[in-house]
């Protein structure tokens, strides 16, 4: 599995944009970007996956560069229930193969 | 909203007590996994299945046992409790196919004393 890394806390403020990068450097050519959310006492959630471009659902929007070593997921005007740990992960998108979560970002949204 | 539970939600038990945390999902996954989370830590995956009568270890090494005699159940079981076995308890399930979501449960709070 390609190794990620993401800052460990981000601060902002409600309302605002946030973007949350992550570098994944060895990523592979069969690997997709998947992006989950943790709330506190709760199991992670799947927030969006991208393969290379752009995607957009109703809750985010990921960035992803031509080379793909890195990615960002975007929260758009982020209000206090953002507040959550987001973890990236790199891998393929078929076969058996196990997630590896890492430590996530934790992102703290003040009021 | 995924189908997957998980019961008990909290759980004290004292040192030297089997215990086993049930699993359990309604969408016909195939694939089922336990994670172990201390709070504010990573999720460490101890346990997964690909299907029925499968079962492997995960990355951390864990003294808990799992089965999957049933698609929709995954139950956990440590034979003697200890301390050291304090954590959250997360159970996930997918689908193999194109997309690599796992849908999680609410976890299992265990607390040994």
């Known amino acids: 599995l390609a190794k990620t890394t993401q800052p460990i806390s981000m601060d902002s403020y409600e309302g605002q944009e946030v973007n949350i990068t992550c570098s994944h450097n060895n990523i592979a050519t069969n690997d997709y970007i998947t992006w989950y959310q943790q709330f506190p006492s709760q199991g992670p959630r799947f927030i969006i996956q991208g393969y290379k471009t752009k995607v957009t659902n109703e809750v985010a929007s990921l960035f992803i560069p031509a080379d793909r070593k890195s990615s960002t997921l975007s929260l758009p005007r982020v209000s206090l229930s953002d507040t959550a740990v987001y973890y990236c992960?790199?891998?393929?998108?078929?076969?058996?193969?196990?997630?590896?979560f890492g430590t996530g970002t934790r992102l703290t949204i003040i009021p | 909203e995924a189908d997957i539970y998980q019961t008990p939600r909290y759980l004290v038990i004292g040192t030297g007590k089997k215990i086993t945390l049930e699993c359990s999902q309604t969408?016909?996954?195939?694939?089922m996994y336990w994670y172990q989370q201390d709070p504010g830590m990573e999720l460490h995956l101890i346990h997964y299945s690909y299907g029925v009568n499968s079962t492997e270890k995960g990355d951390l090494s864990s003294e808990s046992t799992v089965s999957r005699i049933r698609t929709e159940h995954f139950p956990l079981t440590l034979e003697s409790a200890r301390p050291s076995h304090t954590s959250q308890y997360l159970c996930?399930?997918?689908?193999?196919?194109?997309?690599?979501?796992?849908?999680f449960g609410p976890g299992t709070r265990l607390t040994v004393t």
């Open positions: 996930a399930s997918s689908k193999t196919g194109d997309r690599r979501e796992q849908y």
């Open positions: 969408m016909g996954h195939d694939k």
């Open positions: 992960l790199v891998g393929t998108n078929f076969g058996n193969e196990k997630l590896t």
